[in-house]
């Protein structure tokens, strides 16, 4: 799995967060989160940004580039 779609994932299940809720939180079918998770699809950098923001990580984590 490649690291954005599991930091995805990862920070989801931390949160306790459903497919559901995130997509209802990011305005995006569950379906579409559920892609991102598998590596499928990629987000859009606008949703890259309230991801990060939501997950309190910065975008670079996502991305794997740093650590935290």
């Known amino acids: 799995m490649e690291i954005l779609a599991q930091r995805l994932k990862e920070l ?6 459903t497919l559901r809720k995130l997509g ?14 598998q590596g499928s699809t990629y987000p859009k950098p606008e949703v890259l940004v309230t991801l990060a923001k939501l997950y309190g990580v910065p975008t670079d984590y ?3 580039l740093v650590e935290i």
């Open 24 to 37: 209802n939180i990011l305005g995006i079918d569950h379906k579409t989160y559920w892609h991102y998770e």
């Open 12 to 17: 989801r299940e931390e949160r306790n967060y």
């Open 62 to 64: 996502l991305l794997g």
